[in-house]
């Protein structure tokens, strides 16, 4: 049992590493039918209702993917390429979904270039926001005729649930006063665009649903919440880190 610490896997090794709960993780669950997760996932963690048990077109999930530069001339700061810890994609309709995993740390409040003195922030769930919406299509960049718009969400999945950037991020005026040349934004994507999830929601929503699975499937599904358990314990067992609210932004 993952309680006494004998879950017989070399990933428990290395006990904070998001790469390796990431790869643990969405490795297993690739193995389960989606309609038995994703819906139930992505609805719980974005507060909604839209997504919906399917048969899922062209169903993508990408590990580490990385993302087309962000383009420089709506940036006041050079950036390079973003790597999004998950993406997860389907063509109907056309979504895309962007997953930033945390197990030990906290979400930066900087990234590569920046220092935290621009007049925008440059934390990491506001930089997948942004890369996000403009790979699914929501900003101008002086287009006459647009193309294809998709749906898209930003979820941090981490063991404790909900996080103070999570919440300010939801304020859809907020969020667009956050983001440099949020002007050149078409709109947002209808619902919300950002959400969070705990460890114990996906074990949760994997034992609701473990009727409907096969055999294989359910001792794959009791396999993650083994895991999963075993490593909201480990880090529950370490200091706890404080996480400082992010400084509230003027309304225009």
């Known amino acids: 049992m993952a309680e006494r610490g004998t879950v017989h896997c070399p990933l428990n090794v290395r006990e904070t590493s998001e790469d390796v709960v990431t790869g643990e993780l969405f490795g297993k669950l690739q193995l389960i039918d989606p309609r038995w997760w994703l819906p139930d996932f992505l609805n719980r963690s974005l507060g909604t209702n839209e997504y919906r048990q399917q ?98 969400g930003l979820i941090l999945l981490a063991p404790k649930l909900g996080h103070p950037l999570v919440d300010l991020y939801r304020d859809r005026t907020r969020l667009i006063q956050s983001i440099p040349s949020g002007s050149e934004l078409i709109e947002l994507p209808e619902g919300p665009v950002i959400g969070a999830s705990n460890y114990l929601g996906i074990t949760e929503i994997l034992e609701k649903n473990a009727r409907f699975m096969t055999g294989a499937e359910r001792r794959i599904s009791c396999q993650i919440g083994e895991y999963l358990e075993l490593k909201t314990k480990q880090i529950r067992s370490k200091r706890p880190r404080s996480i400082q609210k992010p400084q509230s932004l003027p309304l225009a």
Not at 90 to 107: C, H, Q, R, Y
Not at 120 to 130: A, E, T
Request: glycine share 8%.
């Open 55 to 152: 048969i899922y077109r062209n169903l993508e999930i990408k590990l580490w993917s990385r993302q087309p530069t962000f383009p420089p001339e709506l940036l006041p700061w050079r950036e390079g390429n973003t790597e999004v810890d998950v993406e997860i994609r389907w063509e109907n309709p056309a979504t895309t979904i962007f997953i930033e995993m945390k197990l030990g740390s906290d979400v930066s409040r900087t990234t590569s270039r920046t220092n935290g003195a621009e007049a925008f922030p440059s934390d990491q769930l506001i930089r997948n926001l942004r890369v996000g919406l403009h790979q699914a299509g929501w900003f101008r960049e002086g287009e006459l005729f647009h193309g294809e718009r998709r749906r898209f």
